[in-house]
């Protein structure tokens, strides 16, 4: 295979995905080469960005920001590549899966976050003296509850303008909330902008995230779009379809 042809399939790599990128040009590159310090300092770029992408501390569009950067520097990297700077003249057919395991890995360290999230959202109630604490699912149970308990009855959500009247009072729910929604919504953001960067494994990372959400999380995910509190938010739940599957909709505030 040419020296030009390898740089084509390289290229071709890339737009798969940066990991099969970097795979692909480990695959052919010659340690000895004089660019090869270069693409060993890249991928740990890549590496460390990848671990801090994990750990739901930078906002997901920093992290595009820094894959855009390590791009067009592989892309830079892959037009310096010359016949003296190969290790093989060919390149392998099919992509390593090397990768895969590397992007689920990340992915599922993020489904971990979600439920530590989900943990740490409560609902407390104090009758008599009494105090009453419940966690995770059963709390968004609750607190969407008594949304809908005090919502249900009232004569302007049933009007033709109520849509509007539950944009305003879930925006000012969600803006005011004491920050555990807050956090929670960050990282459901967060998994949908790595799922649907994903062209390989999109399909597996959207029916798992699918499978996450109990209608009533799904109902307050649906309140969440229609607050408009996040329209980067909304934009990805409409490109994931995640509330096309319409089971929540039965528990929705009429």
């Known amino acids: 295979m ?17 990991n099969f990128g970097i795979e692909a040009v480990e695959d052919v590159l010659a340690p000895n080469a004089p660019i090869y310090n270069d ?4 991928k740990s770029k890549y590496n460390d960005l990848m671990y801090i992408s994990t750990m739901n501390t930078m906002p997901y569009d920093q992290i595009e ?8 520097a592989l892309l830079q990297l892959v037009d310096r590549l010359d016949e003296s700077s190969l290790e093989k003249d060919d390149i392998q057919a099919d992509l390593k899966v090397q990768a895969l395991p590397t992007r689920r890995t990340n992915f599922f360290k993020l489904l971990d976050i979600h439920f530590k999230n989900l943990d740490a959202i409560q609902y407390v109630e104090v009758s008599d003296r009494q105090e009453s604490r419940e966690s995770g ?33 879930f925006y000012d729910y969600f803006h005011n909330e004491t920050g555990k929604l807050e956090v929670y919504f960050k990282n459901i953001k967060h998994m949908l902008a790595y799922t649907l960067s994903s062209e ?55």
Not at 2 to 18: C, D, T
Not at 156 to 169: C, E, F, R, T, W
């Open 65 to 72: 920001i820094g894959m855009d950067r390590l791009r067009t």
């Open 137 to 169: 699912r059963e709390a968004i149970y609750l607190h969407y509850n008594l949304h809908r308990r005090s919502l249900r009855n009232r004569d302007d959500v049933k009007a033709p303008d109520g849509q509007n009247v539950l944009q305003s009072y």
């Open 200 to 254: 390989i494994e999109r399909r597996f990372f959207l029916d798992t995230l699918r499978s996450l959400f109990s209608k009533f999380e799904l109902a307050t995910i649906y309140y969440y779009v229609l607050s408009e509190i996040d329209l980067e938010f909304n934009a990805m739940v409409e490109e994931s379809k995640l509330l096309a599957e319409g089971s929540y909709r039965d528990v929705l505030i009429r």
């Open 2 to 18: 040419s020296n030009s042809r390898i740089q084509e399939e390289v290229k071709s790599r890339i737009a798969k995905g940066l």
């Open 39 to 42: 693409f060993i300092l890249l």
